[in-house]
């Protein structure tokens, strides 16, 4: 156990820890995101429950000193290719407070910089703090990009637009992997995004971010009958993605569109279509984030309905070599 300046905490390796002294913390946390996200928590907290359950989840618990000390939250990270990844981060509302969840983050930073070969460090953690206020640690290596989570009621009816006749839009399959990488490379070149996520700055990259969330549910589980393609001839010129975060309630996990096709409505025609297809669902409403600084984006989809549920930040920490 390693003491944490300025609280009454200790910091737990995470692997040294039984899942029943996190249970509650968990808990907690499937109730907050559904409170104040509409999103349901429970495959997310059942993964971590799985790793921390075997002792392979890297990160550490904050817990007050003394014989099983009670948990206050946790922090896990992962480590790829020479980047490092705060996965999530949670305090229970009794201990929370800005020293508290810098300490915990703290935690997780200085076992990342440790890691021989990490470079780069991203996270984005939603149930952070007041992030517009928030002093993270290690401020000099620092990026930070507010980010906003949007949510619309699936009420409205939005007309259809009229694409080019060269442009078909089809329904979205896995076999398309590989050409949407492609297009997510392509459609973030240049873009604030690829700051924040350096996936988007690859096709490779961009593969792989597709695999977590078709694959894995920290973006909900992946809903195919909403996620659509848009071709050119043979060529995919865009594509939206979207997934269940609840059981009434969607979140769009990606819309691009290939530059040389943006500006004609193929982005919100997506939108719509993806839209559409939850609420035949039975979803009463979708969310999605968005970058504070991707205006056209944030235009598009406060037309379509999308209001803020909270505002966060994307951080990103690159130390000098």
Not at 177 to 184: D, S
Request: net charge neutral; with cysteine.
């Amino acid at each position: 156990m390693a003491a944490l300046a300025d609280t009454p905490f200790l910091a737990v390796d995470l692997r040294s820890l039984e899942l029943e002294r996190l249970t509650p913390v968990l808990n907690e946390q499937i109730e907050t995101w559904k409170a104040e996200l509409d999103w349901d928590f429970t495959q997310s907290a059942s993964l971590v429950r799985r790793f921390v359950q075997i002792h392979a989840l890297t990160g550490n618990a904050l817990v007050l000193p003394g014989y099983r000390g009670e948990v206050a939250g946790y922090s896990y990270y992962v480590c790829e290719e020479g980047k490092g990844l705060v996965g999530d981060l949670y305090l229970r509302h009794a201990y929370r407070s800005e020293g508290t969840e810098r300490a915990l983050l703290q935690a997780s930073l200085d076992a990342l910089f440790q890691t021989p070969g990490v470079r780069r460090v991203e996270s984005q953690l939603l149930m952070l703090g007041d992030s517009q206020r928030y002093q993270v640690p290690y401020q000099t290596w620092l990026k930070s990009f507010p980010r906003l989570f949007l949510e619309s009621p699936l009420s409205a009816v939005f007309p259809a637009r009229r694409l080019p006749s060269s442009i078909s839009v089809v329904p979205w399959t896995g076999m398309l992997q590989e050409a949407t990488g492609r297009l997510i490379a392509g459609s973030y070149r240049n873009h604030i995004d690829s700051e924040i996520n350096d996936q988007y700055r690859s096709a490779i990259g961009a593969r792989r971010f597709l695999t977590n969330i078709v694959q894995y549910p920290g973006c909900g589980s992946f809903f195919a009958p909403a996620s659509f393609a848009a071709f050119t001839g043979d060529a995919l010129c865009g594509a939206s993605l979207a997934s269940l975060v609840a059981a009434d309630v969607g979140h769009v996990t990606q819309v691009c569109v290939a530059p040389s096709y943006q500006g004609i409505g193929l982005g919100y025609e997506l939108m719509r279509r993806s839209m559409e297809a939850l609420a035949r669902h039975g979803c009463r409403a979708v969310s999605l984030t968005v970058t504070v600084a991707n205006e056209a984006a944030l235009g598009l989809y406060r037309n379509m309905g999308f209001a803020p549920r909270r505002a966060f930040n994307a951080y990103v920490w690159e130390p000098e070599s």
